[in-house]
């Protein structure tokens, strides 16, 4: 298993600012995840960050809007930028296990945007 | 475009067993299927997970169709505590792709 943990926990943010979301892993892992939870909604992948490489986007998410960071195998974060209320949702971080077959997650980033 | 479909929501009767279908119509052939349950907004749970074949661990049963365009998780004696919702995921190369999940209430 990998213990996962996520600053901030919460944010208000205005309009038109960015916030960065910061992921720590307890062990090294190839892959990241994020996604975000619109209120009441299902989880939707954002993108897979992996070490020494751009990060790989869904479709309907882009680089500029949602620059990702991964410096290390432990470490990763996600920027929302020029926020909008449309961008307030969870955001969450999982990476993918040794076994390769289950994902974990973090406890998540709740972002209200005002 | 969603690779899964699940009822909204439905109820149990504590004790009795919970039976929560998922269509996956376009599901190929290398592709596994996944269900994870998430409960008051943490993080999703593993739960269980399959390719062809039926499976069953300490949580639950996956029986997954001959044709593998339908899946069900069973979770064989529902208590309270298993009120969550439930997602049925198709993964797709490393990528899990979340289908709209089913709320399930356990009834006391």
């Known amino acids: 298993s990998a213990v996962i943990s996520q600053k901030p926990s919460r944010d208000i943010c205005q309009r038109g600012t960015s916030l960065t979301i910061q992921c720590q892993v307890d062990?090294?892992?190839?892959?990241m995840f994020w996604y975000r939870q619109q209120p009441g909604q299902s989880l939707t992948l954002i993108a897979t960050?992996?070490?020494?490489?751009?990060?790989?986007?869904e479709s309907g998410f882009v680089i500029d809007k949602f620059p990702i960071s991964r410096p290390n195998l432990t470490f990763s974060t996600l920027t929302v930028s020029n926020m909008s209320p449309e961008d307030s949702s969870i955001y969450l971080c999982?990476?993918?296990?040794?076994?390769?077959?289950?994902?974990?997650f973090g406890p998540g980033t709740r972002l209200t945007v005002l | 475009d969603a690779k899964t479909t699940q009822p909204p929501s439905m109820d149990c009767a504590e004790g009795r067993a919970a039976n929560l279908p998922c269509n996956h119509s376009?599901?190929?052939?290398?592709?596994?299927v996944y269900w994870y349950r998430q409960i008051h907004s943490q993080g999703p749970q593993y739960i269980i997970h399959?390719?062809?074949n039926n499976e069953t661990n300490e949580m639950a049963s996956l029986i997954i169709t001959e044709d593998r365009k339908s899946s069900t998780l069973i979770l064989p004696h529902a208590t309270l505590r298993d009120t969550a919702v439930y997602y049925c995921?198709?993964?797709?190369?490393?990528?899990?792709?979340f289908g709209t999940g089913t709320s399930l209430t356990v009834i006391p």
């Open positions: 999982s990476v993918l296990g040794g076994s390769m077959h289950e994902q974990f």
């Open positions: 062990s090294q892992v190839t892959m």
């Open positions: 960050a992996n070490q020494g490489s751009e990060a790989t986007y």
């Open positions: 376009t599901i190929s052939g290398n592709e596994y």
């Open positions: 399959g390719l062809k």
């Open positions: 995921i198709v993964r797709v190369q490393y990528q899990f792709y």
